[in-house]
């Protein structure tokens, strides 16, 4: 084992860390719920302060308030956007995409300041569509808070920032949901 991987095992064993076989589970549904176009599901996956970024350009993605973003979402937009997707008036999405995510490298990165886990992967979406097919690489990282829900124990996601490999080139329209 490396020094850094053995520094990522002692994180996954931190008091309030949700433990790295629950949080590869709640990605990959996470990934499963998008590439099913169940905008419902994935939409009840949010946290009510939830934010969800897609940095663009350069080599820095440390500051979705100060730079260029593909998208940046809070709660309120999230929902906007599911509620676009289910409208069938989204014309970026019709017909819709097909897409598959795969979601690997699934690590626990530690405890973020205000006790969510931070959770790293990384990203190979395939969509398809009457233009081709199209490939999205990146790093994709996760904030996940555990809840209760009507005395239910849940996950829910609270930060996903989606950092492609080329956000420094010119994209096509991302209007599935990454």
Known sequence: MTAVSERLADRSTESG??????????????????????????EALWTDDAIYWVPAGGESAEDPTTQVSVLFDNRSRIGTRIRQLKSGKRHSQIPRSNVVHSITNVEILGLHEN????????????????????????????????????????????????TLVDRDMPLYTLSFLI
């Open 17 to 42: 860390v949700i433990p790295l076989a629950e949080a590869e589970q709640f990605v990959y549904r996470e990934a499963r719920l998008s590439d099913a176009h169940d905008y419902d599901g994935w």
């Open 115 to 162: 006790g969510d886990t931070e959770v790293g992967a990384a990203l190979l979406a395939v969509e398809c569509r009457e233009r081709g097919t199209v490939l999205w690489a990146g790093r994709v990282e996760y904030r996940l808070r555990r809840v209760s829900i009507d005395g239910r124990d849940e996950i829910k996601l609270s930060w996903k920032k989606v």
